[in-house]
Structure formats: structure tokens, C-alpha cells
């Protein structure tokens, strides 16, 4: 079990460290650095000031040192396009992808636990072929372009919904149904199968011998067990949720670290794209880490 | 899921599925072909006839049976070598992920000890890469291209080819041929490439396909996001981002190539569930 922690973190860190390597050395490596960090119309001094400032004449391996000192003390450089420290402009943003991907894995949990159950406990029938479709299709379309087709129907003709920004529940509505969809097709088939598993299973049969009604026997004891692996996997889906985020920010006009990174490339607002990346790495590691930490809560199997 | 399970399937899953794979013959055929086909130039300008609707829609007209965009580009002859760029970057990144993903997989599996765990740990952490930013960050660095998107996506992919290879040679490398071939004096590069890959190509025909069309929708985002193929080449991706501001006036030049996606990755992903059905039961659960 400490091994199996100690692996975790070590996983966790990699990635953290490949990410800032690989963001650090496309910084440096193309182009001018003082071209991508400093606005175009800097003077000669400036540009001076600034090569000395952050020891760009130094070796590469030096200024990644002093990078990370630096990104880890959340000193990631001022925003090219506001002038504001680009972990502020981050961390604002941050809250709203949170609360748009937790409502985006809570529509996809409300579509994929009935569909993957009823498709496991009927299989081979209409049900199961509709949720095997479901999740083919979900796993189909782009969700971008999906985006744009519920603006066009429920926003542009029927005028129920928004089409863009933030405000009430109703803004949620739409962009939480995308993201949803998108990632419940794993979720359906990865729950059938282990449904599957489950009811074939003796204490499944034992239940059933006991004379407990069918639909206590799956949504009750079936359900519970099959749910572990889909746990697991959902820790996974989030990391997940939060980058196809970007896009379906960008399409709703969501204010959120998607839309910011987004927007930082068109601007090529390099220090606040540098900084969303990295904290957007950081969340996906943590909260894989998470899961894997709560792992052991659900299935006791695991527990030392 | 365990074996008697699997031989439970349905089936209704077992036929040929004749439209998904009609689909994707066509879809190749077209990327192929997409240069005699094609009614117009995909980049040949008409303002007098921009924003066009398709021939179904009052004032469409045979010229351009699915319109023309806001420059009056054809839309049809767009999505047509539009199918060439998405599949092209898929088959690129497929080669570059499924040829280093199968070799470091097989090393993995059959070295074992730390150069497995050294590889394995390396593909977890590819796999918890978060590619769409990363291809943001080479937008703004060294600028949007093909190649760099089939790299971004070469990236991802190579782990999941590792991990499956390394499960499959895992399983076959402890078999009596394997043994024998050994005593026999063969060496693990011979072994590997004689007896090993021949009983993983099913698993890898099987990934190949279902990873194709994963490859099409996010090199897709990606151009929609402006960090893929840039413009004006005739990506589906780039078409749905430029048909967005005229969405309410002109809806088909972001709808159309957004159902040719549709289709296409649909297609490619029947296909490659009824592939791992015929083929490879242990991928089930895949």
C-alpha cells in the first residue's frame, strides 16, 4: 500500500514535471523568448532590462531552475494583454471550469448509471442495443459541433436557453449537457460490462435464491458492486471533462480557464497561457490522486 | 469480463455492419480521390454566390448542392478533401503512436524488470498529458500545422499502444513456442518480431481502428480552436469554427461538416466494435 502511494506521487510528479519541461523548452526553444513574453511594442531598454531580469544568456537547464523556483511561488510573469500577474487572471477563471465540469459529471452520471444498468440487466434486448448505441454515438460527436447545434434549436429558435456567458442554472444547462454526453459513453459501456460481471456473480444468485425482487437484486446489490471500477474510472473522466472543457467554453462563451487559455493563444498572451496550463495539469494530477486515495473507502478489498 | 460473459454477446452484434463499413470505404476512397470528385476548387473564391444554401433549401441550386460559405467556397468540395487532411493526420498519428507505442510495448513486456516499469511509468504519464493544451502552447510557439497536430496526437496514442502490447506479450511470452524458440537459440529481437507481434496484429487492427476516429475529433477541436490545420485549408474543424458567427443566417457552413464527422467517426467506431468482437474477445472491456 505505501509502495503503491509512493508509486502515485511519483506518477503524479512526472507528469507535472513533463509538462512544465516540455511548455518550457517550446518557450525558449522557438523564437525569441523576449518576443513571447514582452508586448511587441517593449523598447530596446526594456527588452534589456528584461534578458538580464530573467538571466536569458544563461544555460538552458539554469533558467529552467529559476522558471520553476519562480512558477512554484505562483510567480508566472504579467499578462501580456491586462498587465495583471497571470496566476491571478488563472485563478479567477478557475472556479467557474470547476463548477461547469462537476455539473457536466453529474448530468453524465444522471444519463450513463440508468443506461449501463438497464442495458447490462436486459442484454440483447431493445434496451441494451439503444445504450450501446448511446455510448457509440456519445463517443461520435464532436462536442463542439454539438454545442452549436443545441444553440442553434434551443437558443436561437426556441429561445428557452441561453446560448452564452455565465449567470443563473440556466447558462449550465446547455454546455453541462455536451460535456456530459461526450464522457458518458465510456461510463455506459464500462458499467454494463462490469454489471455484467456482477450479475454473474453467486452472492447475485444467493440473493435471488433468498427471494429478493429482481429490481432490489440489481439496482441494490448488483449496482453497488459494479460501481467500484466505475469509480475509478471517473476520477480519470474528470481529468478528462476539464480539458474538452476548453472547447465547449469556447463555444458557450464561457468564462472559465478553458475560454482563458483559448483566448491567450489568440492573443499570444504567452505567460497567462504558460500559467493555465500548468495549473490545469496540476488539477488533473491532483484529482487523479484523489480518486486513488478514495479508492480504499469504497472497495475494502483494497484497505491495509 | 470473464470468459463465459464474452461468449454470451449478443448475436445481433456479430453481423457484418454493412453501413459503417460502406462508410468508411467511402470516406477513404474520397480522401483519396478527393482531387477528381470534387465539383470545384476547395479554395476558389465566388463572392457573387457566398452564402449559398444547400440545393434542398429554397435558392439552392445544383452548382453547389451544399452551398457555399461566406467567401462562396463550395462546401461540398471542402468537406470532400476535408475527408483527406482528417484522415491524413489520423494515419500519421496512428503510424507514429501504433510503431513506437508496439516497439517500446514489446520491450516492456518481454524485458520486464525496471526497463517495464520505466516504460509503463513513462506511458501513464503521456496518458495524463493534457494534449488539447499542449497543442494550444505549440499554436502560439511554433505556430498551427499538420504535423504538429499528428504529433500532438502521436504523443497521446504511443501509450496506448504500449499498454495493450505490453498486457498481450505479457500473456504470450510465458507459452511453451516461446520457450522452445528460446532453447532453440533464437534471440529476443527475433522473437519478438517472429512470434510475438504475429499473435498481437488482432488486438492492433482492432485499437487502430477505434483510435481513428478519437484522432479525428480532436484534431477537429483543435482546428476549431485554431491550433490545428491552419486556414485556408479545407479542414471540418476549421469549417464549423468559420461557419460560427453566420450560424443564425447561413447555418449549413458550420452543420454540414460537422455531420460529415458524424458519419465518419460513427462509422469507424461500428466498425471497430464489431472488429473487437470478431477478433479479439479479451478487448471487450476495452
Given amino acids: 500500500m505505501v509502495s503503491a502511494i ?4 511519483l506518477q503524479a510528479f512526472l507528469t507535472l514535471l513533463l509538462t512544465s519541461v516540455v511548455v518550457f523548452v517550446l518557450a525558449r526553444t522557438s523564437g525569441n523568448p523576449v518576443d513571447l513574453v514582452l508586448p511587441a511594442e517593449a523598447t530596446p531598454a526594456e527588452r534589456q532590462a528584461f534578458i538580464e531580469r530573467n538571466g536569458f544568456d544563461r544555460p538552458l537547464p539554469v533558467q529552467y531552475a529559476v522558471f520553476i523556483t519562480g512558477a512554484l511561488q505562483g510567480d ?7 498587465r495583471q500577474p497571470a496566476v491571478d487572471l488563472v485563478m479567477q477563471r478557475l472556479p467557474r471550469t470547476l463548477a461547469l465540469a462537476t455539473v457536466g459529471l453529474l448530468v453524465a452520471l444522471a444519463i450513463s448509471v440508468p443506461v449501463g444498468v438497464m442495458a447490462a440487466a436486459y442484454r440483447g434486448s431493445g434496451w441494451d442495443r439503444f445504450g450501446q448505441s448511446f455510448a457509440l454515438l456519445g463517443q461520435s460527436v464532436p462536442a463542439f459541433w454539438l454545442g452549436i447545434i443545441l444553440i442553434l434549436v434551443f437558443s436561437i429558435h426556441l429561445k428557452w436557453l441561453p446560448s452564452s456567458g455565465v449567470g443563473g442554472w440556466r447558462n449550465y444547462v446547455l454546455p453541462a449537457i455536451v460535456l456530459g454526453w461526450s464522457i458518458s459513453a465510456g461510463i455506459v459501456r464500462l458499467l454494463r460490462s462490469s454489471m455484467l460481471d456482477v450479475l454473474g456473480t453467486e452472492f447475485v444468485k444467493l440473493a435471488r435464491a433468498k427471494g429478493l425482487s429482481e429490481r432490489r437484486v440489481v439496482w441494490k446489490h448488483a449496482l453497488r458492486n459494479a460501481l467500484i471500477p466505475v ?3 471517473i476520477g480519470f473522466m474528470y481529468g478528462v471533462i476539464i480539458a474538452s472543457a476548453v472547447v465547449v467554453e469556447v463555444v458557450f462563451g464561457w468564462p472559465g480557464l478553458g475560454y482563458l487559455a483559448y483566448e491567450s493563444t489568440l492573443w499570444r498572451d504567452f505567460p497567462v497561457l504558460q500559467c493555465a496550463v500548468l495549473v490545469y495539469t496540476a488539477i488533473i494530477v491532483g484529482i487523479n490522486l484523489l480518486v486513488d486515495a478514495c479508492y480504499g473507502l469504497i472497495d475494502p478489498r483494497v484497505r491495509v | 469480463m470473464s470468459a463465459a460473459t464474452g461468449a454470451l454477446a449478443p448475436a445481433s452484434r456479430r453481423h457484418l455492419p454493412w453501413v459503417a463499413l460502406i462508410i468508411v470505404a467511402a470516406s477513404v476512397l474520397i480522401a483519396v480521390t478527393a482531387g477528381l470528385i470534387a465539383p470545384h476548387d476547395p479554395e476558389a473564391i465566388d463572392p457573387i454566390n457566398a452564402e449559398l444554401p444547400p440545393v434542398f433549401l429554397d435558392g ?3 452548382t453547389y448542392p451544399l452551398g457555399t460559405d461566406r ?10 478533401f476535408g475527408a483527406r487532411l482528417s484522415l491524413g493526420v489520423a494515419a500519421v498519428a496512428l503510424l507514429i503512436g501504433g510503431l513506437v507505442g508496439t516497439a517500446l510495448g514489446v520491450i516492456a513486456g518481454y524485458r520486464g524488470g525496471w526497463v517495464d516499469a520505466l516504460i509503463m511509468r513513462l506511458a501513464d504519464t503521456f496518458l495524463a498529458f493534457p494534449s488539447v493544451l499542449i497543442a494550444l502552447v505549440l499554436a502560439v510557439t511554433v505556430g498551427p500545422s499538420f504535423w504538429v497536430v499528428a504529433l500532438v496526437l502521436g504523443l497521446v496514442l504511443w501509450a496506448r499502444f504500449a499498454r495493450l502490447v505490453r498486457g498481450e506479450v505479457l500473456a504470450w511470452k510465458v507459452r511453451d513456442f516461446i520457450a522452445l524458440a528460446r532453447v532453440a537459440g533464437a534471440r529476443g529481437p527475433y522473437i519478438a518480431i517472429h512470434h510475438l507481434l504475429p499473435n498481437v496484429v488482432n488486438s492492433l487492427v482492432v485499437l487502430c481502428t477505434l483510435q481513428v476516429g478519437w484522432a479525428i475529433v480532436v484534431e477537429a477541436s483543435l482546428t476549431f480552436l485554431g491550433a490545428g490545420i491552419p486556414p485556408p485549408a479545407p479542414t471540418w474543424g476549421g469549417m464549423v469554427a468559420e461557419g460560427l458567427d453566420f450560424i443564425e443566417t447561413a447555418w449549413w457552413i458550420s452543420v454540414m461538416p ?9 462509422a469507424f467506431n461500428v466498425v471497430g466494435d464489431w472488429l473487437r468482437d470478431r477478433l479479439d474477445p479479451q478487448l471487450r472491456a476495452v
Avoid: K, Q, Y
Avoid at chain 1, 6 to 9: E, F, I, N, P, T
Avoid at chain 2, 71 to 80: A, C, Y
Avoid at chain 2, 258 to 266: D, P, Q, S, W
Fill in chain 1, 231 to 233: 469509480v475509478t474510472f
Fill in chain 1, 6 to 9: 509512493a508509486s502515485r506521487l
Fill in chain 2, 258 to 266: 460537422g455531420v460529415a464527422i458524424l458519419l465518419v467517426v460513427f
Fill in chain 2, 60 to 62: 439552392g441550386a445544383w
Fill in chain 2, 71 to 80: 467567401l462562396g467556397r463550395d462546401v461540398l468540395s471542402r468537406i470532400l
Fill in chain 1, 76 to 82: 508566472f510573469g504579467i499578462s501580456i494583454r491586462t
